[in-house]
Nanobody, 114 residues
Framework: VQLQASGGGLVQPGGSLRLSCAAS????????SHWYRQFPGQQRNMIAS???????AYADFVKGRFTISRDNAKSTLYLQMNNLKPDDTAVYFC?????????WGQGTLVTVSS
C-alpha cells in the first residue's frame, strides 16, 4: 500500500488549503494516523493525529486552525488548514500506523506567501 499526499500549493496569508492523503489500497487495523510537517534542514514534527476511534490531538501552534479527519470508505486522510500563516510554509507528510507497519506519504509542499 502506498500513500499519495496532495493538496499543497501557494496560498496567501489567511487563506485555506485542504491536504489529502489517499491510500492505494485498504489498510486494516489502523491504530493512529498523523500529519507531520518539515522545515528545510529540520526533522519532521507531528502536528495532528487521529486515532482509530476518532480521537484527535493537535500541536499547540495549529490548534484551532487545522482539523484532521479521515474518510474510511475512501481510505483517505485529510488536513483542513485555515488561517494559514507564513510560518506554516513547509512540506507536509502523512503517516498511517498499524500495529505492524508505518505507511508514509511522499510529502506535499505548502507555501504561504503574499
Amino acid at each position: 500500500v502506498q500513500l499519495q499526499a496532495s493538496g499543497g500549493g501557494l496560498v496567501q496569508p489567511g487563506g485555506s488549503l485542504r491536504l489529502s492523503c489517499a491510500a492505494s489500497g485498504s489498510i486494516s487495523n489502523i491504530r493512529v494516523s498523523h500529519w507531520y510537517r518539515q522545515f528545510p534542514g529540520q526533522q519532521r514534527n507531528m502536528i495532528a493525529s487521529i486515532t482509530g476511534t476518532g480521537n484527535t490531538a493537535y500541536a499547540d501552534f495549529v490548534k484551532g486552525r487545522f482539523t484532521i479527519s479521515r474518510d474510511n470508505a475512501k481510505s483517505t486522510l485529510y488536513l483542513q488548514m485555515n488561517n494559514l500563516k507564513p510560518d506554516d510554509t513547509a512540506v507536509y507528510f502523512c503517516l498511517i500506523q498499524t500495529p505492524t507497519a508505518n505507511y508514509w506519504g511522499q510529502g506535499t509542499l505548502v507555501t504561504v506567501s503574499s
